[in-house]
């Protein structure tokens, strides 16, 4: 082996266990909720000749004898219990009813002597009703778009069409687009004179202005959100302290709404608007606004036509950290929101944790995902445009 070759093999030693970690913990959970959102073979595991035999029906009447048939010998073996149970809650959420007439049907066929012929239709009128079947039919394929439709309120019909669905996922998805969008733009406002005054200092203020910054991010984020639940209470310190001067005569409500979920989470996200500012405001030469002003261009002037230019990069790095971070936030909302203020990622952990249904919390997900990796795009797109630095 040459001495190119070893430093070749020796650099891709270096840079393997980067690559395990990133496929172990970022590329793999992606692709399993990729795959989670868009597979649906519950049905078709615990019913395998139902699936087979009723992929050629064409729906129009009671399938055939063999199909009916295919069904019942599949009744008959036992199956996992969860299993089974994720298959009828898979078939009740199509149709309502199919849980009691399962339960009624496998109870029948199981106590049937073996061999014995079982005429479903005369076991239960439901049986000769085409949509109980048409829904068997809809549950076999092993991939479906189900889940996705289902995550932005929509869903196919009898006959194959998509149709709108009744559920409120849209608008919990455009809640969450609101709330974090307020988020951003609070930061930004906040964030952008903070860092132009962290920028502009020196010594002993500089330091205690960034520290201000950085102790948030050295503390749990669980601590911080339940000290905001201790300030924004109606007996708490904020609304003392309003009280105490006379702005105020009662407590206003600032816990529980809208309105503390955005204060608490900008508080939570500010420091990732200001550090990306800081960092571009650092590169800029101090003597560009005296100059400016020495030209006749006036303080407001001189800002937005020379500081403003060069601190974009680093107000729209700020920006994407907090919206694409505020996208997926959950404790806050959980702790301080009310009903009404619960965002895509409370919806995601009750499928997830509540109901079981990975599928769904994946298709959220991957809905979450999309939005982001086109957010980033975007800014990437924007970065390289000259009108971004101020060319």
Known sequence: MGPSARSRLSAMLLVAPLFAFLAIFFIWPLVTMMAVAVTDGTVRVVLPQTATAIASWDGQAVPSKAVQDALVADLRTPSEQLAFGDAVRRLNSEVSGFRTLLGRTVTAVRQAPAGQQVDLVALDPRWGENNFWLALQRSMPRYTDRNLLAAIDLKRDTAGAVVADVSANRTIMLRTFTISLMVTLLCA??????????????????????????????????????????????????????????????????????????????????????????????????????????????????????????????????????????????????????????MISSVIAFFATGTANWGMAGALGLILLTVTIALYLVYGRLSRSPQMVGA
Request: hydrophobic share 55%; net charge positive; charged share 5%.
């Open 189 to 342: 406002a906040i964030g952008l004179p903070y860092a132009m005054i962290a920028a502009a200092s020196t010594g002993w203020v500089r330091n205690l202005l960034l520290l201000a910054v950085l102790l948030p991010l050295w503390t749990s984020l669980l601590v911080r959100t339940a000290a905001w639940v201790i300030l924004l209470q109606n007996e708490g310190l904020i609304n003392g302290f309003l009280t105490t001067i006379g702005i105020v005569d009662k407590p206003i409500q600032l816990i529980f709404n809208r309105t503390g979920v955005v204060i608490a989470m900008t508080h939570v996200l500010l420091p990732f608007m200001v550090l990306p500012i800081y960092s571009v405001l650092l590169g800029v030469p101090r003597n560009l606004m005296p100059a400016a002003s020495s030209l006749g261009a006036t303080q407001w002037r001189a800002f937005r036509h020379v500081l403003l230019p060069l601190t974009l990069p680093g107000l729209m790095s700020g920006s994407l950290l907090v919206f694409m971070v505020a996208l997926g936030y959950y404790i806050t909302p959980a702790l301080i929101g009310g009903a009404e203020d619960q």
